[in-house]
Nanobody, 126 residues
Framework: MCSCRRLGGGLVQAGGSLRLSCAAPGRTFSNYHMGWLRQAPGKAREFVAAITRSGGNTYYASSVKGRFTISRDNAANSVYLQMTSLKPEDTAVYYC???????????????????WGKGTQVTVSS
């Protein structure tokens, strides 16, 4: 489906905001649930957020709930992650992912994920 291009990421101070974008060319984008996983150095990969095919339902890790917002634009074949009130512990490589099963995304391990975007580094300084 995609060789997802990700846009965004970078260095920001604690309390700041960043917006990640993932463009996924292909007519089947709307067939997939989308999400974001992240992996910090020395830590296991973890689930961040997910959104269903239509965008009608969203899911968040407790660590980011209330601070991050996932959204998608099926017409633009894109998924976004708006990150606010960033903390140093949000520092990680972020990956957008696509899968037929939302549970596979939410599991957070990345195992069995249908499609991966290239990771983007997010660094939050204290």
């Amino acid at each position: 489906m995609c060789s997802c291009r990700r846009l965004g990421g970078g260095l920001v101070q604690a309390g700041g905001s960043l917006r990640l974008s993932c463009a996924a060319p292909g007519r089947t984008f709307s067939n997939y649930h989308m999400g974001w996983l992240r992996q910090a150095p020395g830590k296991a990969r973890e689930f961040v957020a997910a959104i269903t095919r239509s965008g009608g339902n969203t899911y968040y890790a407790s660590s980011v709930k209330g601070r991050f917002t996932i959204s998608r634009d099926n017409a633009a074949n894109s998924v976004y992650l708006q990150m606010t009130s960033l903390k140093p512990e949000d520092t990680a490589v972020y990956y957008c992912v696509a899968d037929i099963n939302i549970s596979t995304v939410i599991a957070g391990t990345g195992r069995g994920i249908d499609y991966w975007g290239k990771g983007t580094q997010v660094t939050v300084s204290s």
